[in-house]
T-cell receptor
């Protein structure tokens, strides 16, 4: 799996959009970008994933650059409950059996009231 | 939907004792994962199963660790004998093949070995 680079921490004001960057310059053509988050004392939670097109769901939007070397997770209206460590993970997905996830250090996002 | 269920939620034991952690995956999911989280090493994959068969146990730290999945609705992670350095939060996760590769994590078991 390709390596990812994320800033160790970020602050964002409540109600504003939180934009979390991730660099994955060694990503290969069949690797997906996944985002998970971990709220304190809880298990990681899936947020969103994508291959090359931008994706949006009820939690967030994922913007992947055209060259796929970086991506941005957007939380459109951050709340205090979005304070968590956010992990960007690049991995193959075959559609059949699943593989384990390789977590980095992630970005600690702190939402300020 | 009950989600992934882990038990116990907290375990305190003494060095040398056997510890068994339990996991019930989401019904219908065919892949199960065991992870460990410590401050020093972060989240690490220990082992995972597809259709009850162990696929990759390269993350299991030592022979003291073993994992089984006797059926689709139950898995155990056993440490025998336990050591203080095994103190960590152990997470179980499950996923459905063809489900986009999304993994659903349990609440974790916090293990303290004295």
């Amino acid at each position: 799996d390709a390596k990812t680079t994320q800033p160790p921490s970020m602050d964002c004001a409540e109600g504003r959009a939180a934009n979390l960057p991730c660099n994955h310059s060694t990503i290969s053509g069949n690797e997906y970008v996944y985002w998970y988050r971990q709220i304190h004392s809880q298990g990681p939670q899936y947020i969103i994933h994508g291959l090359k097109n931008n994706e949006t769901n009820e939690m967030a939007s994922l913007i992947i650059t055209e060259d796929r070397k970086s991506s941005t997770l957007i939380l459109p209206h951050a709340t205090l409950r979005d304070t968590a460590v956010y992990y960007c993970i690049v991995r193959l997905y075959s559609g059949g059996g699943a593989d384990g996830l390789t977590f980095g250090k992630g970005t600690h996002l702190i939402i300020q009231p | 939907d009950a989600g992934v269920i882990q038990s116990p939620r907290h375990e305190v034991t003494e060095m040398g004792q056997e510890v068994t952690l339990r996991c019930k995956p989401i019904s219908g999911h065919n892949s199960l994962f065991w992870y460990r989280q410590t401050m020093m090493r972060g989240l690490e994959l220990l082992i995972y199963f597809n259709n009850n068969v162990p696929i990759d146990d390269s993350g299991m730290p030592e022979d003291r660790f073993s994992a089984k999945m006797p059926n689709a609705s139950f898995s155990t992670l056993k440490i025998q004998p336990s050591e203080p350095r095994d103190s960590a939060v152990y997470f179980c996760a499950s996923s459905l093949g063809g489900g986009g590769g999304k993994q659903f994590f349990g609440p974790g078991t916090r293990l303290t070995v004295l």
